[in-house]
């Protein structure tokens, strides 16, 4: 049974970092794409970050247009982990943030390439 657990979320004030973490068990997923979604109050569940494997050793990441150069996103295959170090913190980044993953190869780019889905972490940014 595939498990994906996120931790790392938490109450910061604007311009204050946070690091999310999602630790993956029941599969590998080293050659296939994981990444991160964010749902606000009231909102659709958005694309956030994703890293995905083009071969080898190689990986490459996707990020949402307004995290960009805020938000960092990495993964580390031995321990089936990725994580997403989000810096300069605004409100509008307040949201349950989701870890997904995929059993396809491919890129995750929307909520229709993941398979599987953490619970969710709280991040709160107050301004």
């Known amino acids: 049974q595939v498990q994906l657990v996120e931790s790392g979320g938490g109450l910061v004030q604007a311009g204050g970092s946070l690091r999310l973490s999602c630790a993956a068990s029941?599969?590998?997923?080293?050659?296939?794409?994981m990444g991160w979604f964010r749902q606000a109050p009231g909102k659709e569940r958005e694309f956030v970050a994703s890293?995905?494997?083009?071969?080898?050793?190689?990986?490459?990441?996707y990020y949402a247009d307004s995290v960009k150069g805020r938000f960092t996103i990495s993964r580390d295959n031995a321990k089936n982990t990725v994580s997403l170090q989000l810096n300069s913190l605004k409100p509008e980044d307040t949201a349950v943030y989701y870890c997904?993953?995929?059993?396809?190869?491919?890129?995750?780019?929307?909520?229709?390439?993941?398979?599987?889905w953490g619970q969710g972490t709280q991040v709160t940014v107050s301004s």
């Open positions: 029941g599969r590998t997923f080293s050659r296939n794409p």
């Open positions: 997904a993953a995929s059993i396809r190869v491919g890129v995750i780019r929307g909520q229709y390439d993941s398979d599987y």
């Open positions: 890293v995905n494997w083009s071969g080898g050793s190689t990986y490459y990441a």
